[in-house]
């Protein structure tokens, strides 16, 4: 992110820097459109989820998200919501 001002990482990027850096390819979408409608969440967790796997996919070298690291980043957003005992993820 060295062209982009006051940007230091992915936690950072706007919803344009988003669809830049972060988009999914098909699979990916469906697998989160999926995982969106099973746990009820939010367009801001959309974007919250893609962050995290943009993140995932940095660590794993990968310049292409794969259903693998967003399947990851929607497990960390379970466990974020804090009912994940009471989903039987006990």
């Known amino acids: ?5 006051g940007i230091h990482c992915n936690a950072q990027m706007t919803e344009r820097m988003i669809h830049q850096f972060a988009e999914p390819d098909e699979q990916g979408i469906e697998l989160l459109r999926m995982a969106m409608e099973k746990l009820s969440l939010s367009a801001r967790a959309y974007n919250r989820i893609l962050k995290v796997a943009r993140t995932i996919a940095d ?8 259903p693998d690291h967003i399947a990851e980043a929607v497990g960390y957003r379970t466990l974020d919501r804090g009912d994940w005992a009471e989903r039987g993820h006990l």
């Open 1 to 5: 992110f060295k062209d982009y001002k």
């Open 59 to 66: 660590l794993a070298g990968s310049e292409q998200i794969k």
